[in-house]
């Protein structure tokens, strides 16, 4: 976030501006609302959870899901390639298809640093999830998604070096 600020500068507009001089009013008047806000919010975030894995699910059943899996695992030279691969694919739409997808690589050492970039990144799903966020604070997607992107890989790097210089002795995401 402070890397940001340097490479944007000062967003248009003050976002606290203002902040202090919000008007107070009653629980009883405010606590529909916010009943109503969460249980849609709540709606939001399932809506885009089963969008993406029913997209996810049909880029599986078309082939077109292996086919990039195969493409891409054909180029790393890592243990448990396909799985890596696929993990990584199915991540960058939803969060929690891919972090299960990576439960079938724990022995592999790319894993863990995998894991660290899906946590960083968050997935599609995520990102339509905060839509709604970044427009009322007036984020332009372009410099939202390129600073995912970043914190993902940054993320994925920063855990590899700690990963070499504190070798784990259990596979990542073992069962206990």
Known sequence: GLSLRLVYGQASGDAHKGA?????????????????????????????????????ALADCSGLLPHLTQALASLLPLEQADTLCRSFLVVLLELSTGTSALGD??????????????????????????????????VPPGPYLRAKLAQGLLSALLTAAGAALFPLTRPVMAPA
């Open 105 to 138: 690589a724990v022995v592999s050492p790319a894993a863990l640093p995998l894991a660290a970039f899906i946590l960083g990144w968050g997935g599609l799903s995520v990102h339509c999830q905060s839509l709604p966020f970044w427009r009322k604070a007036q």
């Open 20 to 56: 202090d001089q919000v008007p107070l009013s009653s629980l009883s008047a405010q606590l529909p609302e916010c009943v109503r806000s969460s249980f849609a919010s709540t709606l939001n975030v399932c809506a885009y959870v089963i969008l993406f894995s029913i997209l996810t």
